[in-house]
């Protein structure tokens, strides 16, 4: 795994000796920040797993909900390669993103851990998984937003730090947007919510988005 290094000032970069890093040590690193503080946590996990890849294993322990969600959900067993419910999102992740068949098994018992741990439909999460990243861990958006369900970092970085998630992780990520995508449905209904997850607050704006999450979660029904 390569070293990824974020802040909103230098954004996304290659952790080494080269320019855009060395000027994000020299301009950035005056004040302790969020985006250090993941670069460092970051390298720490590739160099445990580069010594002991048979070994080493990040527990992901159960944090509250974020903003205005309030309930804490228990943890919940990490399901099985063998799960029918894994199966069905490794399916929906051949047939709509690009995400290669090594990958697809951890992404699908990410996603249906979290599902099942905080109470969103498995497809439902998978489905704004594809639209917001096609599936890639390191993505990082124009708008500041990062990994695989693309967690808006001005929003929620604070809280990714003070609850020790790395957002470049995707069981992290996975389970941070779903806790998210959970506020938002449980307070704006299903597709509303799905917008305010877009960060859409305004009415007209986000109807693509919308029919594409819409389109993928809705293929399910015709098998």
């Known amino acids: 795994m390569r070293p990824i290094a974020f802040c909103e000032r230098c ?12 000027t994000h040590r020299i301009v950035c690193m005056g004040r302790p920040s969020f985006y250090l503080r993941l670069l460092a946590y970051t390298v720490t996990v590739a160099f445990l797993i ?15 909900d974020p903003a ?19 199966y069905a999102i490794e399916d929906v992740l051949g047939r709509h993103s690009r995400v290669d068949s090594a990958q697809r098994a951890r992404i ?13 439909d498995p497809f439902l999460v998978a489905s704004i998984l ?6 890639d861990p390191f993505a990082i958006s124009e708008r500041d937003a990062v990994g695989i369900m693309q967690i808006h970092v001005p929003t929620w970085g604070l809280l990714a730090e003070a609850q020790g998630i790395n957002l470049f992780r ?20 299903l597709w509303d919510g799905v917008l305010r997850y ?9 109807t693509s988005y919308v029919q594409r999450v819409q389109g993928i979660y809705s293929d399910r029904l015709a098998d």
């Open 170 to 189: 995707l069981e992290d990520n996975i389970d941070m947007g779903t806790r998210i995508l959970k506020d938002y449905t449980r307070r704006h209904g």
């Open 11 to 22: 954004r996304g970069m290659e952790a080494g000796w080269n320019r855009k890093y060395l």
């Open 68 to 86: 205005a969600a309030t309930v804490q959900a228990g943890e919940e067993a990490v399901p099985t390669v063998s799960d029918p419910a894994v």
């Open 108 to 120: 699908a018992r990410a996603v249906v851990t979290s599902a099942r741990k905080h109470d969103v």
């Open 130 to 135: 594809v639209v917001e990243s096609s599936g």
């Open 50 to 64: 580069s010594f002991f890849p048979s070994t080493t294993s990040i527990e992901v322990s159960d944090r509250s």
């Open 198 to 206: 877009l960060g859409v607050t305004g009415p007209g704006e986000g």
